[in-house]
């Protein structure tokens, strides 16, 4: 199992639309969660850290559930510069130790 | 405001060529990291450095070696290419390595022919 694991998509929205993200990930110690954004053939950049109590920033809202493992991204009014892939990411121990550790994303494809 | 810088953007090296990686931050960070990312699998940890003169393996160290003489470069080398080490190249820097975010370099793309 995939220490984070998202639904890799396409998920094809229209403009306008509210779309959500989940991200579930397996180790119970993570403390650190991230959301991060990166375009086609361009490099990660961090979009919103994601607390406990679930944070906001504009049209961005995030949440953790702590006790069922996930992190979700929600999206409002969805714009064609969103199209983007949306990387999870979390603190998780490999053999690096507490470093962090990125899902596959998500592709978001917003449509006119 | 550079942030992390990448050199090459771009390489083409036949199989067994050697190169080195160049990673330059200017934020003064201590931990710096070397990514690939290769479809369907993100990023995947090669090296990482927790301070000036220190190295440790990540997930998939084998084939790939690093140093960091100075605390604002970080080094990735390959002393033999292998085709199966053609995929995107990313640097990252942090002050911290937990509760913080890394901030990225835009990436190396090097195929091995």
């Known amino acids: 199992r995939k220490e984070v694991e998202q639904d890799p998509g396409p998920f094809n929205v229209p403009e306008g639309a509210t779309v959500a993200f989940n991200c579930t990930y397996s180790?119970?110690?993570?403390?650190?969660f991230f959301w991060y954004r990166q375009d086609c053939r361009k490099e990660p950049k961090l979009l919103m850290s994601?607390?406990?109590s679930g944070n906001e920033d504009g049209r961005f809202t995030a949440q953790l559930n702590r006790a069922s493992q996930y992190i979700s991204l929600l999206i409002r009014d969805s714009k064609l510069s969103d199209s983007a892939t949306y990387l999870c990411?979390?603190?998780?121990?490999?053999?690096?130790?507490?470093?962090?550790?990125f899902g596959g994303g998500t592709r978001l494809m917003v449509k006119p | 405001n550079a942030g992390v810088t990448q050199t090459p953007k771009f390489r083409v090296l036949k199989t067994g060529q050697s190169m080195t990686l160049l990673c330059a931050q200017d934020?003064?960070?201590?931990?710096m990291y070397w990514y690939r990312q290769d479809p369907g699998m993100g990023l995947r940890l090669i090296h990482y450095s927790v301070g000036e003169g220190t190295t440790a393996k990540g997930e998939v160290p084998d084939g790939y070696n690093v140093s960091r003489l100075k605390k604002q470069n970080f080094l990735l080398g390959l002393e033999s290419a292998a085709p199966s080490q053609t995929s995107v190249y990313f640097c990252a820097s942090s002050y911290l390595a937990d509760h913080q975010p890394q901030h990225f370099g835009d990436g190396t793309r090097l195929s091995i022919l």
């Open positions: 994601v607390y406990s």
């Open positions: 990411v979390v603190t998780g121990f490999n053999n690096a130790g507490n470093m962090l550790t």
């Open positions: 934020m003064n960070h201590e931990y």
């Open positions: 180790n119970s110690a993570s403390q650190s």
